[in-house]
């Protein structure tokens, strides 16, 4: 986990930013999410918790 925001969590992984929405971590925990959506142009995904 990278940051918090208002509504939810960045994870990063492979290079990639993803939105964990309305999912709290602490920034650097290791979590196990599943993805959402890609944006392979954009290097982001949406993810939700595994």
């Known amino acids: 986990?990278?940051?918090?925001?208002?509504?939810?969590?960045?994870?990063?992984?492979?290079g990639f930013t993803g939105l964990a929405h309305q999912q709290m971590w602490p920034v650097g925990a290791h979590v196990s999410v599943r993805i959402l959506a890609i944006d392979a142009e954009r290097q982001r995904f949406s993810v939700q918790a595994a």
Do not use: L
């Open 1 to 14: 986990m990278t940051q918090q925001v208002p509504f939810g969590s960045f994870v990063e992984s492979d």
